[in-house]
């Protein structure tokens, strides 16, 4: 079964075990989880008329220690709309259960990457591990494909001032609040999708109302108060953004929140796209509705500042398909 996504080049494809597949030529394998620079530059490398991706849904990690997973740079809708991006023609979503986990390297290979993808070529990271276990490596690989009839690449690390870029260290880089060091690593501003949602209406009543974005109970690897864009397929707004509990007013669900400076817009039931340019605090917890008020107010009086020093920061989209 196919799922089609808001780019048109691009088809997703669910991949069923007794069900035939379109037949991959140049695939991929990995979490792509963020789809960062790394990531990028592995899929750059690839050759053949049709490239192709093969990720899993949840990601391994998340099927093995779900309690203690890190969270997600990227949900599958945001990595399908990123990898467009970059040139991939398919994406297949494996189901990552019981049974895969359970497949040994040999007939992962032998049963999904020769008999189901019908793979031509294979390109892999340097540290790319598969199979029960984990047993797999590129040596496995690469000698099956020579059995079997396809070719295996092997890609080196991608390094950014003698670092190799991983999603953890971007992890790290947005749970410090290093913004700029995330953004170089990923190729772009970190960005969270969702639909506008309606809310309990406290930021009107505080005199700053917010866009309430839903997380779809995804927790970001991130909190705090942040200057951003709030994009939308045909327009984009600089906005004062936060992503917390909102300790002040009783808050008990994780929320992010976006207030568009100087305009009053309805985008409720739209899909938005939220980039985080810089961080200013985080998430505090005031004794009065007052100071919570004046907080907010500084906020958004340092978030416009930041605009008019930064005029070409509103950007572009990257994930939300433009008009």
Request: glycine letters at 10%; charged letters at 25%; hydrophobic letters at 40%.
């Amino acid at each position: 079964m196919s799922g089609h996504l808001e780019t048109p080049a691009l088809r997703l494809h669910r991949l069923r075990r007794h069900a035939p597949q379109p037949r991959a030529t140049a695939l991929t394998i990995g979490n792509f989880d963020g789809v960062h620079r790394g990531h990028q530059a592995l899929i750059t490398a690839m050759d053949g008329p049709v490239r192709s991706v093969l990720t899993f849904e949840p990601l391994p990690r998340e099927y093995f220690h779900r309690e203690q997973a890190p969270a997600r740079l990227s949900s599958l809708r945001e990595k399908a709309s990123a990898l467009s991006r970059t040139g991939v023609d398919e994406i297949y979503v494996a189901r990552f259960d019981g049974a895969l986990a359970s497949l040994s390297a040999e007939d992962f290979v032998r049963e999904i990457l020769h008999r189901r993808l019908g793979a031509q070529s294979v390109h892999v990271g340097h540290d790319f591990r598969f199979g029960a276990g984990r047993r797999g490596d590129f040596d496995l690989l690469a000698r099956m494909g020579r059995q079997l009839g396809f070719r295996v690449q092997e890609q080196p690390p991608f390094c950014l001032d003698g670092e190799r870029v991983s999603s953890t260290g971007i992890r790290q880089f947005l749970h410090a609040g290093k913004m700029d060091a995330a953004a170089r690593w990923l190729g772009r501003p970190y960005a969270i999708c969702g639909r506008v949602v309606g809310g309990d209406r406290i930021g009107r009543e505080l005199g700053f109302p917010t866009a309430n974005i839903d997380l779809a109970r995804r927790p970001p690897p991130l909190r705090g108060i942040f200057a951003g864009v709030l994009h939308t397929p045909r327009q984009s707004w600089p906005a004062a953004i936060s992503i917390g509990l909102r300790p002040t007013v009783g808050g008990k669900r994780l929320l992010l929140e976006a207030h568009c400076l100087d305009v009053t817009v309805d985008l409720y039931g739209q899909r938005v796209e939220v980039q985080l340019l810089h961080k200013w605090r985080d998430e505090a917890h005031y004794a009065q509705l007052d100071e919570l008020i004046a907080a907010i107010g500084q906020d958004v009086a340092k978030t416009r500042q930041y605009f008019l020093d930064h005029p070409d920061a509103l950007g572009h989209p990257w994930i939300t398909r433009t008009a």
